[in-house]
């Protein structure tokens, strides 16, 4: 018996089993003497159990977005698109997924050709081998080569859409300009815009909901709480959702699951929802910098910015005096770009959450370069504060000031158990690395766009009034 043989052997054993189990559930819910029996028994052939499964698999389609998610009555096309065939995205999105689930819509009744389709043989289901051309698949179908390559086309086409792409009235749908070159949109113009229809992504929603649940009542999780609720050590954490939302959709009803799709019916119609809130600026801390000669005193005391320092630290310490490669200078730079992004959210705490003119205070020993970044709006009112700060050399003081601090920071520390010995190359790498970090030059811009601004004379009524003769 060849490989070939025997491979299709099995894959027609798998088929055989998964019928004669379909039919194992119908005779057990019949009496021994009742009539249907007999047509059951033909009915289960496998033959005949086959050819009606192809018939039937045109009222399914497999989808990865299904139309009905956004309106359970909404007639139109769902798409079935794999993660692979979508372009590459910086954000997450449905693409990103590894390893997916389908989703199936269409007749309820006939969801048993997608479980026949489901079956898997040596990692694969029968679907993707009979789409990838098995020859054993299509083989284990019939001995009629031609009635098995017509079963394969017909249980292929599952994830092919009845008829051309559709949306409908109750679909979400987003007109998009796309208006000629040189042209004004118009809106009675249909070739001025796009009428997109926006699918909701089964699959992603379905691998969100297993990790979520499994982060939330997973054994796993539970030991981890337990632990942290005990005071006990344990090998790993837990995972929270501030402010989880859960959609149903469909409804409450199981019917009403079913009818948006396979998966959803799963779920039970739950979908969850992550918070997508714009984040809510904390200024209650903020206190001014008054009695203390830098802001880096403050700071450096910050606990996120202590432990991004001390990683930093204990890491350069380990490394040799004459290593220096990519490796280390990538992950040096990311421990710098933490510090960056820590020195930024901190000005802005203070420029945006403080009156203008706090520096004036004669408590305030800061640096005028310090005073310029964090009161920028006090050039307003302070005419020889406005000259230093369009001046423009404080941003480089500043710069200088960080790199002499960091210096410090990390070459002083009696805690350290890596002493770092500190020199002048250290402080012009800094120095440079903030002045050139793009996150910075924004900010500085921000600043002086938004007081050049401020700044400027309010327009007078006759100029207001002026109109073109």
Known sequence: MSEH??????????????????????????????????ALLAQFQPAAWLEDAARRVSQLQLVTHPLKASHPDARGSSLFVTPASLPARQEVGSHALAGFASDVVGNAAALDVYKFLKLEYQGHSLLQLLQAGDADAVAALSDDAAQAEAWREAFCS???????????????????????????????????????????????????????????????????????????????????????????????????????????????????LLASLPPQWDSSATRPLYGVDSLFVRFGSLPQVRRLLRELRDYLGKQKPEANNI???????????????????????????????????SDCRLPLDEQCW??????????????????????????????????????????????????????DYWRRELAHDLAWQRDLDSKRRDLDHRLLPAAGTSEVQHAPA
Do not use: C
């Open 5 to 38: 043989t025997s491979r299709s052997k099995a894959i027609t054993a798998l088929i055989a089993e998964f019928i004669n189990g379909r039919l194992a559930d119908k005779l057990d819910k019949l009496a021994a003497d009742d009539p249907k029996r007999d």
């Open 158 to 272: 599952i994830t092919e859409p009845a008829g051309g792409p559709a949306s409908h009235a109750l679909a979400k749908q987003v007109y998009w300009p796309v208006t000629p070159a040189g042209k004004r949109p118009n809106v009675h113009v249909n070739d001025h815009f796009h009428l997109l229809s926006v699918l909701h992504s089964s699959a992603l929603s379905h691998w969100l909901y297993g990790r979520i649940q499994a982060h939330r009542f997973g054994d796993d999780a539970k030991a981890a709480r337990q632990a942290r609720r005990e005071g006990v050590q344990h090998p790993h954490g837990y995972h929270d959702y501030p402010l989880l939302a859960m959609e149903r959709k469909g409804g409450e009803s199981l019917n009403g699951w079913k009818n948006i799709s396979w998966l959803n019916h799963v779920r039970r119609g739950h979908n969850y």
């Open 327 to 361: 490796h280390i200078r990538n992950r040096r730079d990311a421990w710098l770009e933490d510090i960056f992004t820590e020195l930024l959210q901190f000005g802005a705490a203070f420029s945006n959450g403080l009156p203008k003119g706090w520096t004036a205070d």
């Open 374 to 427: 964090l009161d920028p709006y006090r050039a307003e009112d302070d005419a020889d504060f406005n000259k230093a700060f369009q001046w423009q050399d404080w941003p480089y003081q500043l710069a200088e000031r960080f790199a002499r601090w960091l210096n410090g920071s990390l070459g002083v520390e009696r805690l350290s158990k890596h002493q770092l010995s500190l020199n002048e190359a250290e402080f």
